[in-house]
């Protein structure tokens, strides 16, 4: 079963190595009804909707679709799978749709894929539904253009949602962002802190955006100027992006802020611009953005861009020199990298308690802060995160915190007065210090979580290479505070496994916050109120995300064991997952499917008064290895996942991931003897029996099904599993009772752990 082949008849995967089982799974999952491979069917839908609202899509005499083609030809969409074990990297390429035989078609999927480089779905289809009918739409009646309301919105909407699920995972949005920065990397004729004012944190330049795209669209002959001056470093980037898509727009790599250069550049028809269209003017000195329209004050949400761990800093705090001259962003790019080092170091992997808590332990007392200042800062943030501060304060805190500069009083005061977008009357040194503190903070947190990221092997061959999504506005909001608090929370050993997870998918996928805690609230958090584990059997929990072009999957997906510790671990790859469905807002989540059950049939007064596991080295379960693989659950919901489990090929059951974590939560004994026993006596009126799975392995009639193993009262059983893994696991998950206790080494911890209950209690000994 571990042979590839490239399959004929299987739709955009044709050009895809991908192993016998997933090939069939992964071809539904592209092309299904709730499949992700729908751009082109959501194309012709869109043309359809702008059809019946009398209006026929044409293409902009300003683009080149022979160019375009040709661009579009140096990408590919990257897919991932989930097997063996591991996250990998699918041999090949998708089939993308990003081409047509059809100019108009092909312009406004040019103007889409633009777009989505640098905002979000919501955005992109706001702007589209201005341009359109701006320039791409052609009415069947004169003047009678439609309105994007409705079903054509809801049209225009389903086609950039489809766009947008190919394009987050083709690399040539790569190519177009490296050219964007590239571009302004080379900019002259103003300082990078001049340039990068011209990119305000407010973002409320939509009106400036849909200017330059409507002076675009138009033909040349019909522009009013033959260039297009603009305050914003936004406008500058999207035409960068749409004249490497094939558009007639061009940027000049010279910046004007001198009134002799606007009149140059801008007023002189003579002076030879060679088609550099749209000019950066970086001070007052005429005007600007002449297209502008629609609203100034209609805010914008700049989509998170994806960054390799070692070039975080850079990203993040990119735009703070503009905002505060004061600032050497060097340094604060040293500190951040100097605590992630440090917190690094500092944790050891995270553990999952009984009652499904998150504990973050440290490798040494040593990384605790002592000094009082240094734990009145660290509780700005959370009054636990200072048991790993301690190095990273040394370097760059001051021990005493008598100057007003370092005051947490006055730091607060900021982050304060920030958040409110009030006028900053801090000085100049609070605002400087201030920023330290945040680098330190990020530095550590990313430094402490990233230990819990497993790359994809072919991707980042080191962890400083692994591509996570950053938000561009990180440092300037409050969710900074939220991260350090849940940290703290980790570190203290209080912190509930749904929020952990929260955490560590928006570190790695960007994928916004409000998203995941609306879903946890339908799902996991109605759990937490039933179990106190942070999730329900019975609920839908979730254990992976698709965002902003990466995968994260829990391990406990990729590499299921009874080692319930690698639940909190996360495989993560850049990419679209082929073989793992994911719902409409990208998240993996377990089936609520439970098998049937049957009565165990017990042999009534065959009773043993000793308990006895046997060598590992006479295990006859050898000759028949069990396979837990992660698939779609094609019986209710193919749109979350089950555990299907396969011996020699053949299925002998299927398994909840919900209720199998939670019941190795519950029954996972740890052994406190002093020396783990192998035998152990018991009454004979407690009514013990040993139970082989060798019945439970057994092919199964195709009516029936498999079914799990229901005790009923009184019946009380030990299953020896003789050290296998997989076997150990398929036992948790196939029987039903009152009472387990799974342990690996004692079986006297395992039975002293139920030996209290109820005499007429179910009880199952899982050993070995």
């Not at 899509?57 to 140096?74: D, I, M």
């Not at 100019?103 to 905002?119: K, S």
């Not at 190919?166 to 802190?193: V, W």
Request: net charge neutral; charged share 20%.
């Amino acid at each position: 079963m571990d042979l590839t082949f490239n399959v004929p008849n299987a739709g955009p995967l044709i050009s895809v190595s991908l192993k016998v089982l997933s090939v069939r799974t992964a071809t539904h999952l592209a092309t299904g009804v709730y499949g992700w491979w729908k751009a082109r069917g959501r194309t012709l839908s869109f043309i359809e909707s702008i059809s019946a609202s009398e209006a026929t899509l044409v293409g902009s005499t300003s683009f080149n679709p022979s160019l375009y083609r040709q661009k579009r030809s140096h990408g590919c969409v990257q897919g991932l799978v989930v097997d063996s074990g591991s996250l990998e990297c699918a041999p090949g390429h998708v089939e993308a749709t990003s081409v047509s035989n059809d100019v108009g078609v092909d312009c406004l999927r040019a103007l889409t894929t633009g777009l989505l480089c640098l905002y979000d779905v919501g955005l992109t289809c706001t702007i589209l539904a201005d341009i359109l009918p701006f320039g791409l739409l052609q009415p069947d009646q004169e003047d009678q253009l439609p309105e994007f309301t409705g079903p054509l919105r809801t049209s225009l909407t389903e086609f950039v949602t489809a766009v947008a699920a190919e394009e987050d995972c083709n690399t040539f949005r790569k190519i177009l962002l490296h050219r964007a920065a590239t571009c302004q990397t080379s900019l002259t004729g103003a300082t990078t802190k001049e340039i990068l004012q011209c990119d305000p944190l407010g973002d409320q330049e939509l009106h400036l955006v849909l200017g330059v795209l409507r002076w675009m669209v138009l033909p040349r002959y019909k522009r009013t100027s033959c260039c297009y001056p603009t305050r914003s470093l936004k406008v500058w980037t999207t035409a960068v992006i749409m004249h490497e898509l094939g558009f007639e727009i061009s940027v000049s790599l010279e910046c004007v802020k001198s009134t002799s250069e606007y009149a140059r550049f801008v007023l002189d028809p003579d002076f030879p611009l060679n088609y550099q269209d749209v000019i950066l003017v970086t001070a007052s000195v005429g005007q600007t953005d002449s297209m502008l329209h629609g609203n100034p004050a209609q805010p914008m949400t700049i989509r998170p861009q994806l960054t390799a761990i070692g070039g975080l800093p850079y990203l993040a705090l990119r735009r703070l020199e503009a905002l505060d001259l004061s600032v050497d962003r060097e340094r604060l790019v040293e500190i951040w990298q100097t605590s992630f080092q440090y917190a690094e170091k500092a944790v050891q992997l995270p553990m999952l308690s009984r009652k499904g808590m998150v504990t973050l332990n440290t490798t040494s007392e040593d990384t605790k802060v002592l000094r009082e200042g240094h734990k009145r800062l660290s509780r700005l943030w959370s009054q636990h995160l200072g048991r790993i501060l301690r190095p990273a304060m040394n370097d760059y805190v001051p021990g005493s915190l008598d100057v007003e500069d370092w005051s947490p009083e006055n730091i607060q005061r900021y982050f304060d007065q920030r958040e409110k977008g009030e006028e900053m009357f801090e000085g100049q040194e609070v605002r400087t210090n201030s920023y330290k503190l945040v680098a330190i903070i990020l530095g550590t947190i990313y430094g402490a979580c990233v230990k819990t990221l497993i790359s994809v092997t072919s991707q980042a061959s080191q962890q400083e290479f692994l591509e996570v999504a950053l938000r561009p506005d990180l440092i300037y909001s409050p969710t900074v505070f939220r991260w350090a608090k849940i940290l703290g929370q980790a570190l203290e050993g209080i912190l509930e496994l749904y929020v952990w997870k929260d955490l560590i998918f928006e570190l790695a996928t960007g994928v916004a916050a409000d998203r995941l805690l609306n879903a946890q609230f339908l799902t996991e958090r109605l759990g937490s109120e039933n179990d106190g584990m942070g999730f329900s059997s019975e609920e839908p929990a979730i254990f992976g995300v698709q965002a902003n072009g990466i995968f994260a999957v829990s391990d406990f997906v990729v590499n299921p064991s009874c080692r319930i510790d690698n639940v909190l671990r996360f495989h993560v790859g850049t990419g679209r997952i082929l073989n793992l469905p994911v719902d409409e807002r990208g998240f993996l989540r377990s089936s609520g499917t439970k098998m049937l059950s049957r009565d165990l049939n017990t042999n009534p007064g065959n009773y043993i008064d000793v308990l006895r596991t046997q060598p590992v080295s006479h295990n006859p379960l050898r000759d028949g290895p069990l396979r837990f693989d992660a698939e779609p659950d094609w019986r209710e919901n193919p749109r979350s996942i089950l555990f299907n489990i396969r011996s020699g090929g053949v299925t002998v059951g299927w398994f909840n991931l919900t209720l199998l974590l939670s019941r190795l939560l519950e029954s996972t004994v740890t052994c406190q003897c002093s020396k783990p026993q192998q035998t152990i006596n018991v009454p004979r009126s407690e009514k013990w029996q040993i139970h082989t799975l060798a019945r439970s392995l057994r092919p199964y009639p195709s009516w029936e099904g498999p079914t799990s193993t229901r005790l009923k009262d009184e019946d009380k059983i030990m299953i020896d599993v003789y050290g296998d893994e997989m076997h150990r696991l398929y036992a948790v998950g196939l029987v039903e009772c009152r009472k387990m206790a799974i342990c690996k080494t004692c079986i006297h911890c395992a039975y002293q752990s139920i030996r209290y209950r109820e005499r007429k209690e179910s009880a199952a000994l899982i050993v070995n």
